[in-house]
């Protein structure tokens, strides 16, 4: 993603981030986030010789994108992570001299290679790392950048961000980009050896002059392109669309990758947050099952995040399918549930007061799971981080339309922080329902990272409560006819070790 190199003014050094983003009451436990400094887009994420490897976007040094690392991260479990030494450091000289961009981890012949975006100046070209084979190692390749310019004589917005797979006795590569005047795009390259490639073409070309609706926009730019077979002859492109002084938010085409082109059959919301679930890059796993993980933005002010010491945290992992209807179907991945401790159970049964504080469940880490009966026209709301006075409360809201077939999902951080500086702004998307009006609604609160599942669409955002030791009540308020079929929830455990991780391991 683009960001200004120039450090703000008065921003701390890196001398204490790791003990200022231990303190922090908004600083999630069991999301990932990088010990201190920045962090933003999930990149070469592999499942290799059994370890989960999760490479970002890094700056160690301050809260502030500048001169980006790639930061390195280990699982065996997707729930716990060790922190590993950084992987890539911009040149003193070179193509990478401003920064080490998005990219990712392929493996050629048993040997982990990188291919990333490096920076200097207003110019992205891709470049390429060889890894030792406990991936901590790596080698720049004397070569890069292995492609010198953007295609000639195509006007291009930008040219950043890679997916990279072997295709028959070829590589294929993806750099998003875009064409000015026409839309974003998704380049298409070729090449023997990962070092000298071939231009083909623009796989799919979007339209940035649509403004009827976010599905009709798909930017000016695509960055972060991951292109995916999933289920029985469906191809996903993903990408987020960006546009300067625009929303950015990511979106999923499905279709048909075949030879050079790909033909879309619809468009897609990958997360109802919009940009708060932006970059998303994913894996097939050796369990064969495709993970993604996302970048949670902030959304809170840079003053703010500089004061804290962190910015930026990774999403939950989430397994990912496609569903009967066509459409991806999210969820996280089972293993988060070792970090289930204490669980309370509310009875089931119609839900009959206006409102009802659960007061057996507390707490700002918390793992929700229930299940709804709507009636058409009925809605029903979960809060949580709510004070005892509700001056803050966060609230998940479920709506069955009067016609008992389309339904809502959303979220009102309206009240979520009297911090006016925060971003309060509501977040919806549709909701798939059945004939009953069932829905299976998830929620995982992680202090300030929240991530939602209605029915298998995911909706991510970020709150700041300011009174956060207070703000730990959970509650259900109903309008019409609705039933409660199951409700559990857990306290959970940090994901981490206590106190300060080493910024440079």
Not at 77 to 86: A, G, Q
Not at 297 to 303: A, K, N
């Amino acid at each position: 993603m683009t960001h200004d190199l120039t450090l703000p003014s008065g921003t701390p050094t890196a001398e204490g981030l790791a003990e200022r983003a231990l303190r922090d009451p908004h600083r999630p436990r069991f999301h990932f986030t990088s010990p201190g400094g920045w962090l933003n887009d999930p990149n070469g994420l592999t499942h290799w010789n059994g370890v989960y490897h999760l490479f970002y976007q890094y700056n160690p040094l301050a809260p502030a994108h500048h001169r980006i690392h790639w930061g390195h991260a280990t699982s065996t479990d997707l729930v716990h992570w060790t922190d590993e030494p950084v992987a890539l450091v911009p040149g003193t000289d070179g193509p990478d001299r401003d920064g080490c961009w998005s990219g990712v981890l392929v493996d050629d012949g048993g040997v982990p290679t990188l291919v990333y975006s490096g920076r200097h100046g207003d110019r992205e070209l891709p470049c390429m790392a060889r890894g030792s084979a406990d991936l901590r190692d790596w080698t720049k390749d004397r070569a890069n950048p292995v492609i010198t310019a953007p295609p000639e004589g195509v006007d291009t917005a930008a040219f950043r961000d890679h997916c990279v797979w072997r295709e028959g006795g070829v590589w294929r590569q993806l750099v998003g980009s875009g064409i000015r005047g026409v839309g974003g795009t998704a380049f298409l390259y070729e090449s023997d050896d990962l070092l000298t490639w071939r231009y083909v073409g623009p796989l799919l070309t979007g339209d940035a002059a649509r403004n009827r609706g976010e599905l009709d926009w798909t930017g000016t730019m695509w960055e972060c392109v991951d292109l995916f077979g999933i289920g029985d002859g469906t191809d996903v492109l993903v990408f987020s669309a960006w546009d300067e002084g625009t929303t950015h938010h990511p979106l999923y085409w499905t279709g048909r990758y075949q030879g050079d082109t790909y033909t879309p059959t619809a468009l897609h919301r990958l997360d109802y947050g919009g940009r708060y679930f932006y970059a998303p890059q994913s894996t097939r796993d050796e369990h064969g099952r495709r993970i993604m993980f996302g970048w949670l933005q902030e959304g809170r002010t840079d003053e703010a995040n500089a004061r804290a010491g962190w910015c930026g945290a990774m999403s939950l992992p989430r397994v990912v399918t496609l569903g009967t209807d066509g459409r991806l179907h999210q969820a996280p991945v089972p293993e988060l549930a070792v970090l289930r401790r204490e669980r309370v159970e509310v009875a089931a049964g119609p839900l009959t007061e206006p409102y009802t504080r659960l007061h057996a469940v507390r707490g700002d880490q918390l793992d929700i799971e229930t299940t709804l009966r709507l009636a058409p026209g009925a809605t029903a709301r979960l809060a949580v981080r709510e004070t005892p006075d509700g001056a803050e409360r966060t609230v998940v809201e479920v709506f069955r339309g009067h016609d008992g077939v389309c339904g809502t999902l959303r979220l009102h951080r309206e009240a979520s922080s009297l911090d006016p500086t925060v971003d309060t702004e509501p977040r919806y998307g549709e909701l798939p329902l059945d004939d009953d009006g069932r829905v299976d609604l998830r929620v995982l609160v992680d202090h300030s990272a929240l991530e939602i599942f209605a029915n298998g669409r995911p909706l991510a955002a970020r709150i700041y409560p300011t009174r956060p030791d207070e703000a730990v009540g959970v509650g259900i308020s109903v309008v019409g006819d609705v039933a409660l079929e199951r409700f559990d929830a857990w306290q959970m455990a940090s994901a981490f070790a206590e106190g300060p991780r080493p910024l440079w391991p």
